[in-house]
């Protein structure tokens, strides 16, 4: 799928990735990312935790943003997402990208068809990639620095845990 999006790039179109994970460590899909990019894909990751892969390098890596949000909630869900709106596929998975499950293990990503289901993890990773209270911004120069801008103040896991309870509770 990322060989798709790179053709796209190749031939001007809209090219995306978005992928949330807790781990990025595999050699192999952070030289994949890196070609993406250097193609002119545009790569979104939530990374949590161990991020082997620089954002942010000129001529390499300049189409990447990686952020890591550590907040009260230990999330473990994982987001594939590759291409844009409808043409979207859009995955949910078990797997971080880590060299010991790519080869190690049997890891489970399922395609997500439903329209409903699909725009649900839209909004849910599109605010992740939002939040300005929680999230750090992984940086050229391997520092990770506060998300600041002068949008309206986005908590991804209070607004999820918000939606969440209010949900459960006009289901009573």
């Excluded at 090219?15 to 002119?40: F, H, P, Q, W």
């Excluded at 009260?72 to 949910?92: N, Q, T």
């Excluded at 300005?132 to 103040?153: F, H, I, T, W």
Aim: with cysteine; net charge negative.
């Amino acid at each position: 799928m990322i060989d798709e999006q790179i053709a796209l790039a190749e031939n001007s179109e809209d090219a995306y990735i978005g992928v949330k994970i807790n781990s990025l460590t595999d050699k192999k899909i952070i030289d994949e990312l890196i070609r993406a990019s250097k193609a002119g894909v545009k790569i979104e990751l939530a990374v949590r935790g161990i991020c082997c892969l620089i954002p942010g390098i000129a001529g390499e890596t300049e189409n990447i943003r990686v952020v890591s949000i550590v907040g009260r909630f230990l999330e473990h869900s994982r987001i594939y997402i590759f291409g844009k709106g409808d043409a979207a596929k859009v995955y949910i998975a078990s797997a971080d990208f880590m060299t010991r499950n790519t080869l190690r293990r049997v890891e489970v990503a399922a395609p997500i068809y439903d329209k409903q289901i699909r725009e649900q993890i839209f909004f849910m990773f599109n605010t992740i990639m939002s939040d300005n209270v929680q999230a750090r911004e992984l940086k050229s120069d391997g520092n990770y620095v506060r998300v600041e801008n002068d949008n309206e103040k986005v908590n991804c896991q209070e607004l999820f845990f918000d939606k969440a309870y209010e949900q459960a509770m006009n289901e009573k």
